[in-house]
């Protein structure tokens, strides 16, 4: 069995239609250390994506410049914030992300923000992938900028450091002609804890129930942005690195349209053992046994 065969499902039906449409809308706040001035970034997106690139640049507010951007037949806005992300916005620096303490603390100190949003392009699973796609290379384009510290990925909650995007925008730059790749760590956040409500899970001899507080689990945040189920690990046996790997893997299927899991569908990760989807309360949840 190759490697790949293993995400495969073992049932072979016609793919039913997705959960709900995408989100629309597609957003990131990219923290700096300072606002980099308009005309200069204007200027270097023109060099880098071309010259009719830049659509406009209003200056009207001095102070809040922003620009209109189109990139790859797509309109971006991009708004320059010279003042510290606000703490009363959302808890964005007690998020699960994609960075180091000291990377942490760094953008915690962030004197200025960029608003990065595509209005209304996301419409299907397919239009919603290509707006992630050219959002990355935009947003990981601006990350190379003076003074960036990194970004966080609205609907995912994510927060991811200059590093850490820089490294996954490099990738995507040598996959770009590649439409089995996607850079779901960009996009997907990784989760652990404990279930806080008790769990009801169908199974063919009945639904089992587990109690709160039993259940140690590991999953996905923001599949739903892509009109996707949530994927969730119950008491995952893998360690934590290999859980990541399967979750990311498993994204990618469903967001490039490669396979779709659903309700009482099998997988199998090792052999001896089978891995059964349940749908329960807007999630699908892995269940693993012999």
């Given at each position: 069995?190759?490697f790949f065969?293993?995400?495969k499902k073992k049932?072979?039906e016609?793919?039913?239609?997705?959960?709900?449409?995408?989100e629309?809308d597609?957003m990131?706040?990219?923290?700096?250390?300072?606002p980099?001035p308009?005309?200069?970034?204007?200027e270097s997106?023109?060099?880098?994506f071309?010259?009719?690139?830049v659509?406009?640049?209003d200056n009207s507010?001095?102070k809040?410049?922003?620009?209109?951007l189109?990139?790859?037949?797509?309109?971006?806005w991009c708004?320059?914030?010279?003042?510290p992300?606000p703490?009363?916005?959302?808890?964005?620096?007690?998020?699960?992300?994609?960075?180091s303490?000291?990377e942490?603390?760094e953008?915690?100190?962030?004197?200025?923000?960029?608003?990065?949003?595509q209005?209304?392009g996301?419409?299907?699973l397919?239009a919603?992938?290509q707006?992630?796609?050219?959002f990355?290379?935009?947003?990981g384009?601006?990350?190379?900028?003076?003074?960036?510290?990194g970004v966080?990925a609205?609907?995912?909650?994510?927060?991811?450091?200059r590093?850490?995007?820089?490294k996954?925008?490099?990738?995507?730059?040598?996959?770009?002609?590649d439409p089995?790749?996607?850079?779901?760590?960009?996009w997907v956040?990784?989760?652990?804890?404990?279930k806080?409500?008790a769990?009801?899970?169908?199974?063919a001899?009945?639904?089992t129930?587990?109690s709160?507080?039993d259940i140690?689990?590991?999953g996905?945040?923001g599949l739903?942005q892509?009109?996707?189920?949530?994927l969730?690990?119950?008491?995952p046996?893998a360690?934590?690195?290999?859980?990541?790997?399967?979750?990311y893997?498993?994204?990618v299927?469903?967001?490039t349209g490669?396979?779709?899991?659903?309700?009482?569908?099998?997988i199998?990760?090792?052999?001896?053992k089978?891995?059964t989807?349940?749908e329960?309360q807007?999630?699908?949840f892995?269940?693993?046994?012999?």
């Amino acid at each position: 069995m190759r490697f790949f065969d293993r995400f495969k499902k073992k049932k072979e039906e016609p793919a039913p239609s997705y959960p709900s449409p995408p989100e629309a809308d597609t957003m990131a706040i990219l923290l700096f250390a300072a606002p980099p001035p308009a005309d200069a970034l204007a200027e270097s997106i023109r060099k880098r994506f071309g010259a009719d690139a830049v659509r406009s640049l209003d200056n009207s507010h001095p102070k809040v410049p922003a620009l209109l951007l189109d990139v790859e037949g797509l309109e971006f806005w991009c708004s320059v914030l010279p003042m510290p992300y606000p703490a009363k916005s959302g808890d964005l620096f007690v998020s699960s992300g994609c960075c180091s303490e000291t990377e942490l603390a760094e953008m915690q100190r962030n004197q200025a923000f960029l608003v990065l949003a595509q209005k209304g392009g996301g419409q299907t699973l397919d239009a919603k992938r290509q707006v992630c796609r050219v959002f990355s290379r935009l947003a990981g384009f601006l990350m190379e900028q003076e003074g960036a510290l990194g970004v966080y990925a609205n609907s995912a909650e994510l927060l991811i450091s200059r590093s850490f995007y820089l490294k996954h925008a490099a990738i995507l730059e040598e996959n770009r002609n590649d439409p089995a790749y996607f850079p779901a760590p960009l996009w997907v956040s990784i989760r652990q804890g404990r279930k806080g409500n008790a769990a009801v899970i169908p199974g063919a001899d009945g639904p089992t129930a587990i109690s709160a507080g039993d259940i140690f689990m590991t999953g996905t945040w923001g599949l739903r942005q892509f009109g996707l189920l949530e994927l969730w690990f119950l008491s995952p046996s893998a360690e934590f690195a290999e859980i990541c790997q399967r979750l990311y893997l498993l994204s990618v299927f469903q967001i490039t349209g490669r396979d779709l899991y659903k309700n009482t569908d099998t997988i199998q990760f090792t052999p001896g053992k089978t891995s059964t989807f349940k749908e329960l309360q807007g999630a699908l949840f892995i269940v693993e046994s012999d």
